[in-house]
């Protein structure tokens, strides 16, 4: 039986539509009202509030725990000080990512991380392995809800519960007080808006809900689902784990796995001459970088609106624009005079009604992935294949200065 989130009382009778999704064995909503565009605009026009409590939850801490996480994690968690985040992975021993997640230093020596599969036991392995003594790793998954608070007016609504989250920064994190309860606030989200996530003990989670909404009913606050989640999380070119990549834990051949420069983030390795770690992974990455052997490069691809319109409107159909967000792959090819020459293919798919035409996340081979180089994208329609113009373009699609600005008092 699927269990229920410490929110579900609440959202419940606030569901609509009465459908509901298995979200690692809870029951989550993937939209509370008939039209995603309402729930969409929330997020980017006003402010959403989203349940996001199925996320795998550790808490590690102890002496050892930064020697740990330098092992276990491909980016420098020594980075990451006290009172901030990190948006991290952590890679097998060929460089293929097993995961990615957040992780909160809300001490120094004491980590909250946020996976979006078990991964306790793999852990406490590599702490067996390291014969740390002074570290302790804790499934805290059902001892926390999660919150996130997103969209523009997300400072106004918290700001009347706690004057703790004005100073935060991008990927700060704090603890602070809400009507009694001590909550850990990260300024931090999923959708590449201005937003926080809020960690609240599961006994009152209901106290710290009824709080937001309150707070939030002058700026039209609406809790929303994982699939509006989904489409803003698009336009911010943040990528799906089981969608735009897989865990190499799951894979049964190299090419199904990728490493963390094939997905974009070739960042989280620029000061590597500089860090010494023998982290997981360190000499397959190492070796991608220096000899130039990563297979493809995740890209964003821009739609051209006339190409897409066109083939729909010679089908006899409107080309669909309402409400459209798929996760499915689809054939990218180079636009040469060699029919259905194969390039690579798409993971996501969205009209954004805010940029006004339809975006991608693709995989392509290095020599495609220069901003503005065109190709074709295969798109159904009335289930025949047809190609339309797209370009490629840099990532994320949408980022607005609220995002990482100062709010009130910022430092």
């Known amino acids: 039986m699927p269990k229920t989130t410490a929110f579900h009382s609440r959202l419940e009778p606030l ?6 999704k298995n979200w690692s064995g809870f029951l989550i909503a993937p939209q509370f009202k008939y039209s995603l565009t309402n729930e969409y605009y929330a997020i980017r026009s006003s402010v959403s509030l989203l349940d996001t409590s199925p996320l795998f939850k550790y808490r590690i801490s102890g002496s050892d725990s930064i020697r740990l996480l330098e092992r276990m994690m491909s980016r420098d968690i020594n980075r990451c000080k006290t009172g901030s985040a990190q948006y991290t992975v952590w890679s097998d021993d060929k460089g293929f990512v097993l995961q990615d997640g957040v992780i909160l230093r809300t ?32 499934d805290v ?14 400072h106004n609504v918290i700001s009347q519960l706690t004057r703790d989250a004005t100073d935060l920064k991008y990927f700060d994190v704090t603890h602070a007080d809400i009507c009694g309860t001590e909550v850990i606030i990260s300024r931090t989200g999923y959708t590449g808006d201005l937003g926080y996530e809020i960690w609240i003990p599961h006994e009152n989670a209901l106290t710290v809900w009824d709080a937001l909404m309150a707070a939030g009913e002058g700026y039209n606050i609406a809790p929303i689902g994982t699939t509006a989640l989904k489409m803003a999380r698009v336009e911010a070119g943040l990528l799906l784990m089981g969608v735009d990549f897989d865990s190499s834990r799951f894979a049964w051949v190299d090419a199904q796995r990728e490493t963390a420069i094939e997905l974009g983030w070739s960042w989280m390795f620029r000061n ?9 992974g360190r000499a397959a990455i190492e070796a991608e970088i220096k000899n130039k052997t990563s297979r493809w490069k995740t890209v964003g691809l ?14 006899g159909i409107l080309p669909p ?19 259905w020459d194969y390039a690579g293919y798409a993971t996501s798919f969205l009209f954004s009604s805010l940029l006004r035409k339809p975006i991608a996340i693709a995989k392509l081979p290095l020599d495609l992935t220069d901003a503005g ?18 370009k490629v373009s840099s990532l994320p699609f949408f980022n607005p200065e609220r995002k990482t600005a100062p709010m009130g008092g910022g430092k």
Not at 15 to 20: A, D, I, Q, S
Not at 115 to 122: D, F, M, N, Q, W
Not at 272 to 280: G, M, N
């Open 272 to 280: 590597l001459e500089k860090d010494d770690r023998d982290f997981i």
């Open 15 to 20: 569901n609509e539509t009465k459908v509901w």
């Open 373 to 390: 180089t065109e190709v074709d994208l295969e798109v159904p329609v009335i289930r025949k294949p047809v190609n339309v113009l797209a």
């Open 141 to 154: 998954s059902e001892a926390y809800g999660i919150l996130a608070l997103q969209g523009p007016h997300a």
């Open 107 to 138: 001490d120094d020596f004491e980590f909250f991380l946020t996976a979006g599969e078990p991964t306790l036991r793999y852990f406490k392995s590599i702490a067996r392995e390291m014969k740390l003594e002074e570290v302790i790793v804790e």
């Open 302 to 315: 821009e739609i051209d609106w006339h190409s897409y319109e066109a083939v729909h409107l010679d089908a």
């Open 321 to 339: 624009k309402s409400d459209l967000y798929r996760e499915t792959t689809m054939s990218v090819y180079r636009r040469s005079e060699t029919p």
